[in-house]
Every structure is written in C-alpha cells, then in structure tokens.
C-alpha cells in the first residue's frame, strides 16, 4: 500500500526554471492538497482539489499551478522558479467526507531549493 | 479569514513531566474542528488528538488532552508523562465545517529532557 507519494524527495534548481513536484495517491481520494512548510511559518495551503478537473486556490497559490486530470495525480507546478519557493513541500490527500476528522495522509515531503 | 496562533516557537520538558502547549483561533465558523499534528524529525505528520467545536468534551487520547475553551478560541494541548519520543513540532490546525480547507499554525518545537 504505497499511499501518498512524493516525487522528487530532493531538487535543486536555478531561479527561473521550471518544474514539475508528482503526487500520487492509490487510496481513490477525492482530496488532495499541495502545502508548503517553512521555518517559522508552518504549513502553508498552496492549492486544493476535491476531484478530477476541480481545483481551487489555498493561501499562498502565487507562483504555482495545480492540474487535476486523474483522482490519482496531483502535480504541482513551478513556472519560474524564484528563491522564495525554497522550501519543503507536502501533498496531502484524504476523503473529502473525512476532513473533518483530520486524517490527512501526508507524503514525506519534497525538499526544493531554489539558487 | 480563519487564523491559527501557536504563541510559543519553543518549549521544553523534563522527562515524566507535563506540558501545555498554547494555540489560539479567530474564526466567524460555528462548525469547525480542531486538531493537534506532532511532526517529528523524519517530518512525517501525525494526527495527535481532535476536537469537534460542537462538543463541550475536552477529547483525550492516552497522554494527550486538550483544554478547548470555545468562547476564548482556544485549544490548548496538555501531554502528560512526557517521553524522549513526544519531541517534534506540533502544529495546531483548524478545519471550518463549510470549506476544504485546513488552516496550521506556525508550531511550536517541543524538547524532551532526560
């Protein structure tokens, strides 16, 4: 049971680049979500979907965009990356029916840096 | 907008020994739940304890307790019997029954003594 997976776990990229974080899921969520953690600030929502071909933007979505053609994929985009999107990313996806229980699966998170 | 305040970056603990940890909310939200998330150094997240607004219950979970005071906004987490395992970031976070988002807080970084 893989659960949430996050591809790359490590990237480092050139201001400017762009960029494509991969989040799978296997567990048929309708949910998913995209934060990103820095020190001193917490989980930030960067975008939400809450099924296929339905996204929506969180608290900090400048910078990023968020595509959801299959219930399985969530993939985050960076178009041009800038040094203030170093940071660690989490996906995270659950039952829209369960949010408020809070059981949110998370994957182990992505480390991008940004020179 | 909901907000989350965790007003302590740091706090420290002797082993055996309790602790509180402070958060604070603002929200308009009637429906909402609450929730505590121990991330440890592996940065895996973890659901601690949950307390859903309409209920007057503090939840427990084991050593885990919560003192929810609704008409303060506050949810503070109480872990008694303090273990070297409980060191790790908590995170407060905050889910109003009417949207699909979860708001955290900053955190606070929990150190257990020997």
């Known amino acids: 049971n893989a659960g949430v997976t996050q591809t790359p776990k490590f990237q480092v990229l050139k201001t400017g680049q762009s960029m494509t974080l991969q989040c799978a899921q296997d567990m048929n969520h309708e949910y998913m979500s995209w934060y990103r953690q820095d020190p001193g600030m917490g989980l930030r929502l960067i975008h939400y979907s809450v099924g296929a071909g339905i996204t929506d933007q969180g608290e900090v979505p400048n910078g990023y965009n968020v595509s959801r053609s299959t219930t399985e994929d969530f993939p985050l985009r960076l178009l041009s990356a800038a040094p203030s999107q170093t940071s660690v990313y989490f996906c995270?996806?659950?039952?829209?029916?369960?949010?408020?229980?809070?059981?949110?699966?998370f994957g182990e998170g992505s480390r991008l840096t940004v020179l | 907008a909901q907000t989350v305040t965790q007003s302590q970056p740091e706090m420290s603990v002797q082993e055996a020994e309790t602790v509180t940890l402070s958060c604070t909310y603002d929200t308009s939200e009637s429906d909402y739940y609450l929730f505590w998330y121990k991330q440890p150094p592996s940065r895996q997240m973890i659901l601690v304890i949950r307390?859903?607004?309409?209920?007057?219950q503090n939840a427990t979970e084991n050593r885990f307790s919560v003192n929810f005071q609704k008409a303060a906004k506050s949810f503070s987490l109480k872990i008694s019997d303090s273990q070297l395992g409980d060191a790790a970031m908590y995170f407060c976070a905050y889910h109003g029954g009417s949207n699909y988002k979860l708001t955290f807080g900053k955190g606070t970084l929990l150190t257990v003594n020997p």
């Open positions: 307390q859903e607004a309409y209920k007057q």
């Open positions: 995270a996806s659950s039952y829209v029916g369960q949010l408020n229980t809070g059981e949110l699966f």
